[in-house]
């Protein structure tokens, strides 16, 4: 299993739709995770932490579920500005200060 | 939030020149810094961690003689590629650390074309 994996998409969705996101994680150590959103040509922006079962942020949530070892992101009410694509990251369990990546998950809103 | 900044904001330059790219936290004091690669359609890269006042850490497969990493000071940290090559052409981003946290903020990266 890979160390963070996410389905790359495209997921193209109608203005708004409800779309969710999954990330998968192999270390069961983690403790906290985070969904950063990269625009085209940009650098990544947090979007979201997450430290607990989940985390709620407008229309933005985040779940996690350490049994399964997977995080998710709810973008309900999509809007044409949430095209991007969403990173999921989590912290080296052996290094906190080092992230690992996924490839992230590409997003397209349509009018 | 918090303000990283990096310059310059893209660069072109002939095939065996070397370049240097600055990266700044401007509005708070980061003892990390992380320099990520990200080629088109592919994630970020962590290409090395930045420690202010000792060597970096590269990770495997990045050769520290050709990235040179200087972290001189608790604000500012640079790259520099020396004898760039076509291959090298990609988008250079820096990540700066508060000392308490783990969240990471970016600065807008640098776009690097050698011809």
């Known amino acids: 299993r890979k160390e963070v994996e996410q389905d790359p998409g495209p997921f193209n969705v109608p203005e708004g739709a409800t779309v969710a996101f999954n990330c998968t994680y192999s270390?069961?150590?983690?403790?906290?995770f985070f969904w950063y959103r990269q625009d085209c040509r940009k650098e990544p922006k947090l979007l979201m932490s997450?430290?607990?079962?989940?985390n709620e942020d407008g229309r933005f949530t985040a779940q996690l579920n350490r049994a399964s070892q997977y995080i998710s992101l709810l973008i309900r009410d999509s809007k044409l500005s949430d095209s991007a694509t969403y990173l999921c990251?989590?912290?080296?369990?052996?290094?906190?200060?080092?992230?690992?990546w996924g490839l992230g998950t590409s997003l397209a809103v349509n009018p | 939030g918090a303000v990283v900044s990096q310059h310059p904001s893209w660069v072109i330059c002939k095939s065996g020149t070397s370049v240097k790219i600055e990266c700044r936290s401007l509005d708070f004091q980061a003892t990390t810094m992380f320099w990520y690669r990200q080629f088109p359609k592919q994630s970020l890269m962590l290409m090395a961690t930045s420690n202010e006042g000792s060597k970096a850490t590269y990770e495997q497969g990045v050769e520290k003689d050709k990235f040179l990493i200087n972290h001189a000071s608790l604000t500012l940290s640079t790259l520099t590629v020396t004898s760039a090559h076509p291959e090298d052409s990609s988008f250079y981003i820096c990540?700066?650390?508060?000392?308490?946290?783990?969240?990471?903020?970016f600065g807008p990266g640098t776009r690097l074309l050698v011809l």
């Open positions: 997450v430290y607990s079962s989940g």
């Open positions: 270390n069961s150590a983690s403790q906290s």
């Open positions: 990540s700066a650390q508060h000392v308490s946290g783990e969240t990471q903020y």
């Open positions: 990251v989590v912290p080296n369990a052996g290094n906190n200060r080092k992230l690992i």
